[in-house]
Structure formats: C-alpha cells, structure tokens
C-alpha cells in the first residue's frame, strides 16, 4: 500500500480559471489504482456540486489518459469520509420561557432534515447559562436527529442565563470527540450555532471562543433572533456564514439557507478514482474539471512501481485513518451575512 510521493500543488494555469481544485487526500495502489478526493470551488468561493466523471479530464506527465481505458470513475465518497453536523440550540429562559419554541423545532427539524438528506451524522445539543452543553440526540442518521428535536419542546434549563461563548467552544470538542470515534480515514466536521442573545454568563471570553474557532478545522454557521444579539458577536460565531433575523415568522428560511449551504458544501467533494496505464517511475498526475464556463486544475505525484493490470478503481483508497484535515476553504476575517426573508 502506497500514499502519494510529493506535496499536493494546486495549479494556475492559463486558461484554467474560474474553478478552484483543493487537494483532501490522494492515495494509490497496486494493481494500479490511483485516486484523489478534492473539492470544486467557484472562483467567488461558492461550492460546486453535481459534477460527473465525464466533466473531469486525467493527464499523466502532460498526456491525457483515455477515460474508457483507465475506467476513471467517482467513486461515493462514504468509503472513505464522513461528515458531521452539531446543531447548537440556545434554550436559555429567554427562549425557553418563549413562545418561540414550537417554531424553533419546525425550524431546527427543516435544517437536520435536510443535512441527514446528504448522509451526514448530525446530532442536535442545547445550552442555557450552565458550563456543559446538553446532548438532545446524539450524532444519528436516517431521520435520527429529526424526532430528537421534538424533545426541545419539554426542555428545562439548569441555568435561565446564555453560556453562548463556552457553548461554542464545548460544541467544537464535542465534534473533535465524535470525529475522533469515526472508522473511516476523512472525517469533516460542521457547527450550526442558534440563538437570540448575546453571552451573559461570561464563563468564556469572546477573545477565547474567537481562538477556537480559528483553531479548528470545522465549518462554523451561526442563526441569530431578535433585536438582542450583537451582530459583530454573530458574524464572530458564523465565520463561514451567519444569518440574522428580527422576528420568529423568518427563523424557518434562516434554518433552511443555512441547511442548504451545508449540503451544497457536502457536495463540493469529489473522490475521483482510475486505472493508471504507467507500469513503473514515478509520474505526475494532473485532474481537470471543465464545465460549460469555466475550469481548474490540481496536480500531484505518484509512484507505479509493481503496476500491472485487472485493476478495480471502485475499490476503496488507502487514506491514511486519523490524519488532521485542514480546511480547503480560506477563512475570512469574519463570517459573511446570509441575507434571508420570512416566506409567508
């Protein structure tokens, strides 16, 4: 078993623009299986998704490599990565002792809905003013996460107060625990953050939950309500997105935009697998994506020694299991505002 040789390169070339390709993950084996799992990014940053194996082209050393002969196929990248979704809901006194929480679960159950729609894990966790957050179901699938946020209705918090910034930083550890039990190589990770204040506990600074988020290598999206909640604070907690609205009538299509960037963001992946033709040396594969207006490029290495025939590219990749996975998108100095209105 044989992980690639040299650093992975994303190219620039010319006449190459409009598309971005950020290397995850390359792996290869005898009998010749290579593979790379990467993501596909507009050149604004928007995710793109729903590409065929038809749409990218292989070229080893310069030459293309003939599709039908290599059997170049996209592999479903559940054999070899896994996502994961924590929805963080405020259930302090200001939201418990509301009438807002009969909309807040149609809303949270509209987001994980969709979220357990693109075979993620989600789980669903609520915090008040207390030091822990509190597990409402525990990362699931196959609607698992969706009949576990009926029980947000009877929820009582210990603490009337709003622990939003030690929320933050619990829920990120919480999803550093739960990745850390996955038996698959890649494991990527999303934090969904909901409330309608700001943090009055003051158990964590805004400084230090600002650090950890930094530190982390997860997709942070926040939901704010209300008149109360600081935006600045809001766009610190989203800083892939934040979504603010004044009043409950919009919180579903809040859930629902910040539900749909996830899957879009899950989608971005592509594990592209083929049959090389080299038999021996080391060689430099390049993987093209072209769409009707744009394309890019990323490039790496591997080496062919011992390559021979009756190769199989649907089997699954030798990733390496546990390696830390950095983000494949760049961060912003702060979260952007996802601008939604309340469907009537």
């Known amino acids: 078993m044989r992980r690639a040789l040299a650093a992975i390169v994303v190219l620039g070339l010319a006449g190459c623009i409009g598309l971005r390709l950020t290397p995850v993950d390359t792996a290869y084996r005898t009998p010749s299986n290579v593979a790379v799992y990467f993501t596909v990014d507009a050149a604004n940053g928007d995710p793109v998704g729903g590409l065929t194996a038809e749409q990218f082209r292989i070229y080893e050393d310069g030459s293309l490599v003939s599709p039908t002969e290599s059997q170049q196929t996209i592999v479903n990248p559940e054999v070899a990565a896994e996502h994961y979704t924590l929805l963080l809901v405020d259930m302090s006194g200001s939201i418990s002792e509301s009438d807002q929480v009969p909309a807040l679960?149609?809303?949270?159950?509209?987001?994980?809905?969709?979220?357990?729609?693109?075979?993620?894990?989600?789980?669903?966790?609520?915090?008040?003013?207390?030091?822990?957050?509190?597990?409402?179901?525990?990362?699931?699938?196959?609607?698992?996460?969706?009949?576990?946020?009926?029980?947000?209705?009877?929820?009582?918090?210990?603490d009337p107060s709003t622990n939003l910034h030690g929320a933050v930083v619990a829920g990120l550890a919480t999803l550093d625990d739960a990745l850390s039990h996955?038996?698959?190589?890649?494991?990527?990770?999303?934090?969904?953050?909901?409330?309608?204040?700001?943090?009055?506990?003051?158990?964590?600074?805004?400084?230090?939950?600002?650090?950890?988020?930094?530190?982390?290598?997860?997709?942070?999206?926040?939901?704010?309500?209300?008149?109360?909640?600081?935006?600045?604070?809001?766009?610190?907690?989203?800083?892939?997105?934040?979504?603010?609205?004044?009043?409950?009538e919009a919180i579903t299509e809040a859930f629902r935009q910040v539900g749909q960037r996830i899957v879009q963001m899950t989608q971005r992946f592509y594990l592209l697998s083929y049959c090389s033709p080299a038999r021996a040396g080391e060689h430099r594969v390049t993987v093209e994506a072209v769409t009707h207006d744009a394309s890019g490029r990323l490039s790496y290495e591997f080496d062919a020694a011992g390559f021979g025939p009756n190769c199989d590219p649907s089997r699954p990749p030798p990733f390496a299991i546990g390696t830390d996975r950095a983000r494949t998108r760049p961060r912003a100095g702060r979260g952007s505002r996802i601008h939604v209105e309340a469907t009537h």
């Open 182 to 248: 996955s038996q698959v190589p890649l494991r990527f990770g999303t934090l969904v953050v909901f409330t309608d204040g700001t943090d009055h506990a003051a158990r964590v600074s805004r400084h230090d939950m600002g650090v950890a988020i930094d530190h982390s290598a997860y997709d942070v999206f926040a939901i704010g309500v209300g008149t109360e909640i600081d935006e600045g604070t809001l766009g610190d907690v989203g800083r892939d997105g934040y979504v603010l609205v004044e009043d409950s």
């Open 105 to 158: 679960q149609a809303a949270a159950t509209e987001l994980v809905s969709q979220v357990e729609g693109s075979s993620q894990r989600v789980a669903v966790y609520a915090f008040d003013g207390a030091e822990d957050i509190h597990q409402i179901v525990g990362f699931t699938t196959e609607g698992g996460a969706a009949a576990g946020v009926a029980r947000l209705g009877s929820f009582h918090p210990q």
